[in-house]
């Protein structure tokens, strides 16, 4: 059986589309709607590769922020400087680019990743909503809300962190991380 995470990233010529129907690979046919430009297909695919494969060393990267890690894979996918399009796929605003997600981490068939990738997404935006919210009320249930889902990536990630050794230091980091990047309310009072 082939690795889809590696020959998709090693394939390098410009009919990704036509490669992926070759080796029986459809979950990405939903970017087709919207990025009929080969090269951004191409890079939308590899975005969703980099940022929602569990074997991405990009992943792995240790003390970054998710927004940090996300504009890292939107420029390692070749993706134009366009805010649209980093709206569209690293922001998630496209319902093709989600659909593809769902499809890429459904192909993958760990429960406890697509468990830890949902969270992982949702928390983002909470905290993305916390930090842009109106009032004290709406930002504290944000951060709250983001809390619960942080014990929900950890619950899900031991899971899969146990069978896969690169992890094992990329999850200390962010433990430490996390410690000396704690949040609390003083820090969304208005």
């Known amino acids: 059986m082939i690795n889809p995470y590696s020959k998709i990233l090693e394939y390098d010529k410009p009919d990704l589309k036509n ?3 070759s080796i029986g690979i459809d979950c990405f046919k939903p970017l087709l709607k919207e990025f009929s430009d080969q090269t951004l297909f191409r890079g ?7 940022a929602y494969s ?14 940090t890690v996300y504009k890292t894979i939107y420029e390692k996918a070749g993706l134009p400087d366009n805010d649209n399009t ?4 690293a922001n998630l605003k496209s319902g093709e680019v989600r659909e593809a997600i769902d499809n890429w981490i459904l192909l993958q068939n760990n429960e406890a990743w697509e468990e830890y990738i ?13 930090q842009t919210a109106d009032k004290t009320k709406e930002r504290m249930e944000a951060i709250k809300y983001a809390k619960e889902l942080l014990t929900i990536m950890e619950e899900s990630k031991s899971r899969f962190v146990e069978n896969y050794e690169i992890l094992k230091p990329s999850l200390n980091a962010l433990k430490k991380e996390k410690q000396k990047n704690t949040l609390g309310p003083q820090d969304y009072a208005s």
């Open 86 to 89: 980093f709206d569209a796929i």
């Open 19 to 21: 490669y992926l129907e």
């Open 54 to 67: 569990l074997e991405s060393e990009v992943l792995h990267t240790f003390g970054n922020s998710w927004i």
């Open 44 to 50: 939308a695919v590899r975005f969703i590769i980099l």
């Open 118 to 130: 949902k969270a992982r997404d949702l928390r983002r935006h909470c905290l993305q909503q916390s």
